[in-house]
């Protein structure tokens, strides 16, 4: 039996030989991606353009001005004499924020009870960057507001300490966005590849009509099944250790927890994939439609898993359909080991889950796949 | 170039189309679900984040305080803890996303206004939570300073709800309130209309697999007419989606839609043509189908999530990489969509990126002829 599951094994790979885009693109275009994404998703946003109309013209507005720039966030794009140009570029989406300082700013702020102001413009069709624009300035305002009451209401400069709370980043010391985003995509990037990879498998070999011929030959369901799983399984498990190693040595994500135990998961779940990749594949008449089922399905499960929206935020239907999702569970104990040096007394609920989905899961597919192939 | 026999090329493939209605109805249902997945994502208002407190104080004051942040639905206290390592064990198994330590002696240092002793830890392997209940406790904490320190503030002149001396006015132009969702919504659906583009490729690397496109070589068909007829019905069919989706936003997620809806559809069908030019360019240089959907995702799909702006400003990047999404249609696309979306802008704004979009269009199908005609020989 291991021979005959071996033989065709190796038929795989003498295709994989021909068709050497698809593990091109699992092992190097998988890498290429995280690259991609991580490097942009990493970044704290600077260099926003933006635009002053200033209506004192004093040595407090100027101030104001420096102080903008010295945010890092915006890069000045320029001085404007009325609202006009601002209204233009916003609708050509050039600039996403500007700021006013109206005429009385400099006297109001050199009085003992007036209120200074300032206003700010925000382009709200780019609400991400201007959402970044805005914090900006109000931690300028701020820093601005509380420097003018500590002088107005006559507290010692050296005795007060600031209102400001001290915060500490547990399990991200450094605050590095890459803690946040890589382990994420990495484990979204494993997904998506070991399901299409295993999609194409048999809807393949069906469209190309070559499915008859391996039916006809001395081989049984399961070992046709597990034949074309192996260079599934061996290709995605290389990519994972591939995306790892980036991950850890480009992006600086550290892995606090165990190494080996991480390796050995990731490993069940790429065969959870896999199962859900066989069934997708001996359900699809043609490659097209087995890309399409892995994008629908793919997508489904990367709104559970928590990166784009927050689980416990959903309605509460939602967050129980998110506990029958592999991948979500997947990402938990990714991130625990990776970034929380989490070991199995801490994550064994998710492993449970994962385990109970994957044999579930499992079980339906290699009865569903056998009996479409028989 | 005849139009009839362009017209022949599209008969064909939308009899091969409508032959297989399973595939039809994916490809007709994948962009719509791929916006609806993501567009839910978007508009999920972050509440209910579970934190820990740990109140070293004990005074009225520090009670109050601890009251009033777990008011709302903002934050969930789900455990007032005792010690500080039960913090640690809470964060580490994913119960707590923050944590509040009231330091001993709050109510005085507060009230003598001399510092704000507190700490706040959050959990920094999941950034929307941990941001948003930093956000909300900063916000409750001033409102809680000023309330304290009302009178003195009141005496002085400030406003008493508000420890702020500079007052920030913000407006926020087209979308009231700052909903993200609103623009990225919009934006969106420059990315799931690039599905149709990934059909192209496919249908043209299918041909070449089966070894069908000789017998369409061997007919008199030009290869301009063979290009543009195969794009036509997936024209179409991308166009049934610019007529779903944007009713889908409207209706399901209540995007308002300020602008000319029947010149949406037009950029939309020249948008559509731009982006299945790229499909077929790579129909043309690849000839299996799995290597046609891996190169579409790095040609198409990627560069449409990271690069056109919609979740990244393209004035923040690099010089290489802004010029390099002006190559790509959904980067002027994205501008045509929510610009019609929001502001509700008219050609009068939006012409110079039509414009693009056509000329992009134009450009890749023409390199995609070329080079077709290169492969036949």
Redesign the interface.
Known sequence: MIRRIWALAVKEFYHLRYDWWLPAFMLFGGVLELILVGWATSRPMTNLPLMILDDDRSAASRQVITMLENTGTFSLEALVPDEEPIREAMERGEIYAAVIIPPDFSEKMASTNQIPNLAVLLNGAESIPATAALRAVEGLAREMGQEIAVERLGIDAEEFAGFEFSVRTWFNESLSEAYYTTPAELALMLEFTVLLFAALSFSRERELGTLEQLLVMPLTSLEIIIGKSIPVVMIGFIDFSLMLTMVHFVFGVPIRGSLPLLLLLAFGYLLVELAKGMAISVFSRSQHQAFLLVMILGFVDFMFTGYAAPVESMPKFLQGVAQFIPAQHWLAILRGIMLKGADLQVLWPNLLALLLLGLAIGTFSLRYVRRALS | MSLRRLWAVAVKEINHIMR?P??LG??I??PT??LF??A???T???????IAVLDYDRSPTSRAFIQRMTAGDDLDLYAQVEAFEEIDAL????KI?AAIVVNPRFAEELLA????P?????????????AHA?DH??WR??EF?SQVLGQ??EA????RGS??????????????G???K???IPGLISLVLG?PA??VA??LA?ER??GTLEQLIATPVGRAELILGKMLPYIMVGLVNVILIPAIAIATFHIPFQGNYILFFLLSAIFLFAILSMGTIIGVF?H????A???S??VIF?PAF??T?I???I??MPEVMRMESLALPGTHFA?IT??I???G?GLE?LWPYAVMLFGLGVGFSAVAALFFHKKLA
């Open positions: 297989d399973i595939t994916l490809v249902l994948a679900v791929v997945v993501m839910f994502a978007v999920v208002n972050i509440q209910h984040v579970p964060l580490l198994r994913g996303k206004m001399r510092s704000m507190l700490l706040v830890i959050i959990d920094g392997t999941e950034p929307q939570s941990g930093l406790i900063a904490t001033e300073i003195e503030l002085l002149g400030m406003p420890l702020q001396t500079l007052d920030l006015r913000v407006r926020t132009w087209f979308n009231p700052l909903k993200s609103n623009d990225v599905f990934l059909s496919l249908t299918r697999e089966h690849i299996t189908q799995p290597a959907l891996a190169l995702f790095l990627f990271f690069l702006g979740f990244f400003p004035a923040a501008i929510r610009g979306f929001l502001p802008v704004v």
